[in-house]
């Protein structure tokens, strides 16, 4: 159900210095001058790299109608406790190499269609997925999926290099990955019972069927049902990865054997070598999960607000 909100007046536009070959500095500076032309409230800020730094300003950030995001999915996910604690209404400007959270509601940097979603002002409560478990402090949130594979250790690679990303660096590291990948040993559980039982495969929890769209990994993934998806290939395989990017180039579905199970409450023990997890795109916590190590995944308690274009 929408929900209908106040025209929001006063907005923070937060960039994310490094995505997009660092141009989000730019485009957010110019989103700000044209909704000021149009006669609005506006402060730009730079992304912080900490998801806490956020939470020492809610009383500050909820003064503000309106978050407006110039970045992609890694920047999204550090928002999102502050987005659930304060209620405020978030619009994402595609500024990563994925943005797939702006994608899959249909946002763009057209300045036309974000005047439109303003004057429209409606919103869906949307719920997010946190992580917790062994060597976790506190709960980290997820947006759109976290994922044990291809995929993850690709992210790895990612996060050591400096300076902005691009295609070139995700094809590298990508290569890099297929040459040494493995999959884990896991169990899996879900609203206390086991589904998997020390199987090796590769693994993804989503919230969002948005991740590998045309790939259709995980279709069920809805943020509107407060349920988290899992996604199982057991003895998953090189080629496995080689028909993903094969269907990813003709836009179809890849139609791989995985297993799903859906539930408010999963967790996932890791029981031979570590591994690295990605999380929205992110390399979680810089460090592979341990191996003995169980994580928990859990709908978030506070849903966040969406502002959604017209179009959809």
Same mark, same amino acid.
């Given at each position: 159900?929408?929900?209908?909100?106040?025209?929001?007046?006063?907005?923070?536009?937060?960039?994310?210095?490094?995505?997009?070959?660092?141009?989000?500095?730019?485009?957010?500076?110019?989103?700000g001058?044209?909704?000021?032309?149009?006669?609005?409230?506006?402060?730009?800020?730079?992304?912080?790299?900490?998801?806490?730094?956020?939470?020492?300003?809610? *009383?500050e950030?909820? +003064?503000?109608? @309106?978050?407006? =995001?110039?970045?992609g999915?890694?920047?999204?996910?550090k #928002?999102?406790?502050?987005?659930?604690e304060?209620?405020?209404?978030?619009?994402?400007v595609p500024?990563?190499?994925?943005?797939?959270?702006?994608?899959?509601?249909?946002?763009?940097?057209?300045t036309?269609?974000?005047l439109?979603?303003?004057?429209?002002?409606?919103?869906l409560?949307?719920?997010?997925?946190?992580i917790?478990?062994?060597?976790?402090r506190?709960?980290?949130p997820?947006?759109?999926?976290?994922?044990?594979g291809?995929?993850?250790?690709?992210?790895?690679?990612?996060?050591?290099?400096?300076?902005p990303?691009?295609d070139?660096?995700?094809?590298?590291c990508g290569?890099?990955a297929?040459?040494?990948?493995?999959?884990?040993?896991?169990t899996?559980t879900?609203?206390?019972?086991?589904?998997?039982?020390?199987?090796?495969?590769?693994?993804?929890?989503?919230? *969002?069927?948005?991740? +590998?769209?045309? @790939?259709?990994? =995980?279709?069920a993934?809805?943020?509107?049902?407060?349920? #988290?998806?899992?996604?199982?290939?057991?003895?998953?395989?090189?080629?496995?990865?080689l028909?993903?990017?094969?269907?990813?180039?003709?836009?179809?579905?890849?139609?791989?054997?995985?297993?799903?199970?859906?539930?408010?409450s999963?967790?996932?023990?890791?029981?031979d070598?570590s591994?690295?997890?990605?999380?929205?795109?992110?390399?979680?916590?810089?460090r592979?999960?341990?191996?003995?190590?169980t994580?928990?995944?859990?709908?978030?308690?506070?849903?966040?607000?969406?502002?959604?274009?017209?179009?959809?």
């Open positions: 159900m929408f929900i209908d909100i106040p025209t929001p007046e006063k907005i923070l536009i937060i960039f994310n210095p490094i995505s997009s070959v660092g141009n989000t500095r730019a485009l957010a500076h110019r989103l001058e044209f909704l000021v032309h149009h006669g609005k409230l506006v402060e730009v800020s730079e992304s912080k790299k900490k998801m806490k730094a956020y939470m020492r300003g809610v *009383s950030i909820s +003064a503000y109608d @309106l978050l407006v =995001v110039v970045g999915d890694g920047t999204v996910r #928002l999102l406790p502050l987005l659930s304060t209620k405020l209404p978030l619009y994402v500024g990563g190499n994925e943005s797939l959270f702006a994608h899959s509601y249909g946002m763009s940097a057209n036309e269609n974000l439109k979603t303003l004057e429209r002002s409606q919103c409560e949307q719920f997010y997925g946190v917790s478990g062994s060597g976790i506190g709960a980290k997820f947006f759109i999926m976290a994922s044990m291809f995929d993850s250790l690709t992210v790895k690679r990612i996060g050591r290099r400096k300076g990303i691009n070139f660096t995700y094809v590298w290569l890099s297929l040459a040494s990948l493995h999959h884990p040993t896991v899996i879900v609203d206390g019972q086991v589904v998997v039982d020390c199987q090796s495969g590769y693994i993804i929890v989503a919230n *969002s069927a948005a991740y +590998a769209r045309n @790939l259709q990994l =995980v279709p993934a809805n943020p509107s049902i407060n349920e #988290l998806v899992m996604g199982f290939l057991p003895g998953a395989r090189r080629y496995h990865e028909i993903k990017i094969w269907c990813m180039l003709q836009r179809k579905p890849a139609e791989l054997p995985l297993q799903y199970v859906s539930g408010k999963l967790s996932l023990t890791i029981h070598l591994y690295p997890m990605q999380v929205d795109g992110d390399y979680f916590r810089n592979d999960i341990e191996a003995g190590a994580l928990e995944f859990e709908v978030s308690p506070k849903p966040i607000r969406v502002l959604i274009p017209p179009q959809r």
